[in-house]
């Protein structure tokens, strides 16, 4: 990535609706080359341009982040399994008391009592798992720039 290539993802970042047009200007670029560069951005999945919504505010009023052990020869087999579940939204690999982290996201409590007693505990290698609950959400933010 050049400094072209990190102006055009600041600009998606701070509002990904940011017309080519408007970044060109800005860039002194040509429209065709903020595409093009969009594009490659994509295709590498360096970039992702999404609507981010408060799950709140859309019916989804339990947000639970999960922090696993995992024996770590399983670790990979692991995390192939919990992305396929469709409730979970994030999964991280992670250093510190837990190997993993995810986000699950679901309608009521008792889908997540669902996916915790059903879905995840029939997961070889977890060995131990920590919820939390989160009740509000104050601040989501993804213009963190690059450098």
């Known amino acids: 990535m050049d400094e072209t290539d990190k102006s ?3 600009y998606l970042q ?4 940011t017309s080519y047009t408007e970044i060109a200007n800005d ?19 360096i970039l992702k341009i999404v609507g981010v919504v408060d799950p709140f505010l859309t019916g989804m009023s339990t947000v639970a982040m ?3 052990k995992v024996r770590l020869n399983k ?5 192939d399994q919990i992305v396929k579940i469709p409730e979970v939204r994030f999964v991280a690999v992670s250093t510190g008391s837990f190997d ?7 309608s009521s409590n ?3 009592y669902r996916i915790l007693t059903e879905e995840l505990s029939k997961i070889d290698g977890i060995e131990d798992t920590d919820s939390s609950v989160i009740l509000r959400i104050y601040k989501q933010s993804y213009d963190w720039g690059v450098k």
């Open 8 to 10: 055009i993802i600041e």
């Open 14 to 17: 701070k509002d990904g609706r």
């Open 27 to 45: 860039l002194n670029v040509t429209v065709a080359t903020v595409r093009n560069r969009v594009q490659k951005l994509i295709e590498n999945n």
């Open 66 to 68: 999960l922090g696993l």
């Open 75 to 79: 670790l990979e087999d692991v995390v």
């Open 100 to 106: 993993l982290f995810t986000e699950i996201i679901t």
């Open 110 to 112: 008792e889908e997540l």
